[in-house]
C-alpha cells in the first residue's frame, strides 16, 4: 500500500510519484490550501493538498487528527524560506493528487504530541500513547539492542533455548506467581523468577554455550525500575572461569552502545571489590559519574569523650565516615534539616555536620553543634583526611556498619543530583569479591543466590568460616544501576547440600523442592558459570528514560495491574469449580 516510509521521505526523491500511509499528525488550513503532517514510526512526511486536485483537497479537508490515510502524490522541494531543519524530512514535502481515509478516528484523550501526559492516563490508552514519537524511539532502539545482542551471542556459538514457563516454586528471593492446575486438583506451577536450574541442567546436558531472552514473574512490591514481569537476556556457558564470562559480556556490552547509540564505553571497565565500593560509596552498585565518595574516620573517633561518635568507632560491627560536600556551606539549615530526614530512612537517628566557612593558613571558621565534643587535632585531621577546603560541608554517620553505608551512600546520590554534581557519559564497572553468605538471625542468607560457588583454597570448606566466605559472583553496575549479575555455579553436590545446610534448608526441603537438581548433579557436571542482564534496565539507561515502564510495550502500573485491560480480573465459578478453587469472602 505504499512505496515509502514517511521519514525516508527526502531530496533524491524530488519530482518522483510516492505513496504513503500513516496517521494525520497535525492538520493545518492555510486559506486554500491544506497541509497535513503524516506520521509513521520512522517521523513525518508534510503532505500538501491543492485545490486542483479536488478529490484529496475535500477528502483533506475532511480528514482530522489521528486519521489513517493513504496518500499519493509527487515529492517537490519546499518553496524558498519554508524549509524545516528540525525535521529529517525538512527540506521536501509531497503534493497530494489522491488521499484515500483508511480509518476515521475520534478525538483521542490527549494529543500524541503533548509530552505532559499523566501516567495512568497514557497506560490505560498504551495504544495511543504508543504511537508518540518518544515511545516509538524507545521500542526501536529496544527492537535493536535485542537483535545486536543474539547477533553476538550467535556469533559466538550460543545455543538459543527456550526454558519452561510454567513450573514448580524455588525459593529465589521473592514471591512465586502460581497456576493451578486443573488436571492435578490441588497442586500449582510456579512462573519462573528466572531460568536458573534449568540453564544449569541445560550445562548438565550438554548444550556448552546457551542464551534466552528470557521472560520472568516475581510477585514483589514496585519500583521505577521493577516489574511483575519483565525480561532478561540469560546467558550460560560451560568450562569457563568468571572471567570469561567478564571478558564476553564487556565485549557485548561495548559492542551494543557503540551500534545502537554511537557511544564508546570504556576499554576495560574498571573493577572494585564488594569491601571497596561499600567502603568508599556505600553501595554495591555505585554511580560513578558522582565524585563523591565516603571516607572512614572510626580510628579517629574511638578516643572522643562523644559516645556518639566513640561508641560505634569501638563496636566491632560499628562504622563512623565523612562525606565532603563541595560547595555544601551554601546550605541552609532548612535543607540541612531536609537531608536529615532523608537519611532517617535509612535507620540513621541524625546526621551531625561541619560548615567550613573557612579554612587554610589564613584562619579557620567551622561552623556545627558537634565541634564542642571533639579535640581540636581530631578536628584538623578529619579535614586533611576528607581533603575539606573553604566552602565545603562534611556530613558524618556513626551507627552500625549497614546503616551508615546506607544512609550516607543514599545520601551521597541525593546529595550529588540537588547540587548537580552529576558528570555526563557512561562510568561502567564490574564489582566482584562479593560475600557469600550475610547473616539471618541464627541462620545465612545467600548473598546472590544458593548456586553460586564459592572462592575456596585447596583443601577449605564454606562451613570453615562461612562470615568470611567470598563468592565468585559478579556484577555489572552502569551508571549507578546493576545491569547484569552472575557468577560461577557450584558443579559439586557435596557443596551444593553444604550450601543448603548453611542456610537452613533441611535434607528434606532440599529433596522437595531441589530433588532433580541435586539428581542430576550425580551424573556429570561440567564447571560452569553465567550472567543475566535485565534487558528493560538496560534498555531503559540506553533510551534516557526514567522507569521500565517507558521501554515496555504493555508494563503494569506500580500497583501491578494493567490498566489497558483491568487485569488481574475477576473469573466465573465455572472455571473455579475446574480448578477446585472457593474465594473466600473478606471479612
Known sequence: MRTHYCGEIDSSLVDQEIELCGWSHRRRDHGGVIFIDLRDRTGLAQVVFDPDYDAAFQAADRSRGEYVLRVMGRVRRRP??????????????????????????????FQVDDDDINEEH???????DLRRPQMQSNMITRAKASSYLRRYLDDLG??????????????????????PSRTHPGSFFAMPQSPQLFKQLLMMGGMDRYYQVARCFRDEDLRADRQPEFTQLDIEASFVDEQEIMGVSEVMIRGLFESVLDQKLPDPFPRITYAEAMERYGSDKPDLRIALELVEIADLMAGVEFKVFAGP??????????LRVPGGAALSRKQIDEYTEFVGLYGARGLAYIKVNAWGTDGSDLQSPILKFLPDEVVAEVMKRSGAVTGDLLFFGADTTRVVSEALGALRLRVGRDLNLVESGWRPLWVVDFPMFEAAGERWDSLHHPFTAAALGEGEKISDNPGRCLSRAYDMVLNGEEVGGGSIRIHDRAQQLEVFDLLGISPEQAESKFGFFVEALKYGCPPHGGIAFGLDRLVMLMCGAHSIRDVMAFPKTQRANCSLTSAPSAVDDKQLRELGIRIRAKA
Open 80 to 109: 524558498e524560506g519554508t524549509i524545516n531543519p528540525g525535521m529529517a524530512t525538512g527540506e521536501v514535502e509531497v503534493l497530494a493528487t489522491s488521499l484515500e481515509v483508511l480509518s476515521a478516528a475520534e478525538t483521542p484523550p
Open 122 to 128: 497514557r497506560l490505560k490508552y498504551r495504544y495511543l
Open 313 to 322: 568507632a569501638k563496636d566491632p560491627e560499628g562504622r563512623v565516615a565523612v
Open 158 to 179: 550460543f545455543l538459543e533455548v527456550e526454558t519452561p514457563i510454567l513450573t514448580r516454586a524455588t525459593p529465589e528471593g521473592a514471591r512465586d506467581y502460581l497456576v
